[in-house]
């Protein structure tokens, strides 16, 4: 099989090692930002080929990956002015590999399918620093065809590649996913802050908890690492899993679910949010919980 000709659109921290991973791994890679600045400094420092706009990129392309904050964005990129729709050739591929809506996601590939031109949402679940060294997780949404052409690319990034369903499901399942991180996390700081104050050592809880499979392996990992050590580093910014939340509740809306518990946590992590601000890593969540007054004791 021929190699697949790339581009990319969007060098922020994430994207920008992407890049540089797929450049590493001897990929000819085409490059596109609208901070011209920050194009010029990639191409500078770790190559790629410039291009001028996303209809160009695509006129000489088979896959394009947008790494972009939200559906907005790709879909600019895609139907805006030079977009890459108006430049693909039939069979041309768009991975979604940011953080973005699953409605507006399934919208747009929908209106790329009109045109020929495959979409598949895939989410880069991970750090930078997983995004530099190839272990992200992919989430993947779209036809089982258009994955599997596109497979040496997310074996290149990444450790796992998790098939959701049609394009739009892997938007879906990462930030239903996020809901149950964030829920999780909350719940546990909660049951440590009572816990300290019944005397109960915090290490113990855990024991307990993972021994009766109430807290999965990774969540401890997490509280182990991060929450009782007071590192809180663990990469993942208290805002952008704010940002799934709210993604969620809209998802939710969408499909006419109601879900009393996510608006709950979307609120919680709302307050953390205003508190913390939201570049605080997700961990110390147990930061803000600390800060707040205790219940007033009711009269007997």
């Given at each position: 099989?021929?190699?697949?000709?790339?581009?990319?659109?969007?060098?922020?921290?994430?994207?920008?090692?992407?890049?540089?991973?797929?450049?590493?791994?001897?990929f000819?890679?085409?490059?596109?930002?609208?901070?011209?600045?920050?194009?010029?400094?990639?191409h500078?420092?770790?190559?790629?080929?410039?291009?001028?706009?996303?209809?160009?990129?695509?006129?000489?392309?088979?896959?394009?990956?947008?790494?972009?904050?939200?559906?907005?964005?790709?879909?600019?990129v895609?139907?805006?002015?030079?977009?890459?729709?108006?430049?693909?050739?039939k069979?041309g591929?768009?991975?979604?590999?940011?953080?973005?809506?699953?409605?507006?996601?399934?919208?747009?590939?929908?209106?790329?399918?009109?045109?020929?031109?495959?979409?598949?949402?895939?989410?880069?679940?991970?750090?930078?620093?997983?995004?530099?060294?190839?272990?992200?997780?992919?989430?993947?949404?779209?036809?089982?065809?258009?994955?599997?052409?596109?497979?040496?690319?997310?074996?290149?990034?990444?450790?796992?590649?998790?098939?959701?369903?049609?394009?739009?499901?892997?938007?879906?399942?990462?930030?239903?996913?996020?809901?149950?991180r964030?829920?999780?996390?909350?719940?546990?700081?909660?049951?440590?802050?009572?816990?300290?104050?019944?005397?109960?050592?915090?290490?113990?809880?855990?024991?307990?908890?993972?021994?009766?499979?109430?807290?999965?392996?990774?969540?401890?990992?997490v509280?182990?690492?991060?929450?009782?050590?007071?590192?809180f580093?663990?990469?993942?910014?208290?805002?952008?899993?704010?940002k799934?939340?709210?993604?969620?509740?809209?998802?939710a809306?969408?499909?006419?679910?109601?879900?009393?518990?996510?608006?709950?946590?979307r609120?919680?992590?709302?307050?953390?949010?205003?508190?913390?601000?939201?570049?605080?890593?997700?961990?110390?969540?147990?930061?803000?919980?600390?800060?707040?007054?205790?219940?007033?004791?009711?009269?007997?």
């Amino acid at each position: 099989m021929a190699e697949l000709r790339l581009g990319l659109i969007g060098l922020g921290a994430l994207g920008s090692r992407i890049a540089a991973r797929l450049l590493r791994a001897g990929f000819s890679l085409q490059i596109y930002d609208i901070a011209d600045v920050a194009l010029r400094m990639f191409h500078m420092d770790v190559g790629g080929i410039i291009t001028g706009s996303p209809k160009m990129m695509a006129q000489s392309c088979d896959v394009i990956i947008t790494v972009l904050p939200s559906a907005a964005e790709v879909r600019e990129v895609a139907f805006g002015w030079e977009g890459l729709a108006r430049g693909f050739a039939k069979g041309g591929v768009l991975i979604d590999m940011g953080s973005s809506d699953p409605v507006a996601t399934g919208a747009l590939a929908d209106e790329l399918a009109h045109r020929g031109i495959d979409m598949v949402d895939a989410p880069a679940l991970g750090t930078s620093e997983d995004a530099k060294a190839g272990k992200l997780t992919f989430v993947v949404g779209g036809t089982d065809a258009v994955v599997e052409r596109c497979r040496p690319i997310f074996e290149t990034l990444g450790e796992r590649v998790l098939r959701a369903g049609a394009a739009g499901s892997g938007q879906a399942a990462t930030v239903l996913a996020d809901f149950l991180r964030a829920v999780e996390l909350l719940a546990a700081s909660e049951v440590l802050r009572i816990g300290g104050r019944c005397g109960l050592d915090a290490g113990m809880l855990l024991d307990i908890g993972e021994g009766l499979s109430v807290i999965g392996p990774i969540m401890g990992g997490v509280l182990r690492r991060q929450v009782l050590t007071r590192e809180f580093d663990s990469g993942w910014a208290l805002g952008h899993l704010l940002k799934n939340l709210e993604t969620a509740s809209a998802l939710a809306q969408a499909r006419d679910v109601e879900s009393p518990l996510l608006v709950a946590c979307r609120n919680a992590w709302a307050a953390a949010e205003a508190r913390l601000g939201s570049g605080a890593d997700h961990t110390a969540l147990i930061r803000w919980l600390e800060t707040l007054a205790p219940a007033a004791k009711s009269e007997a």
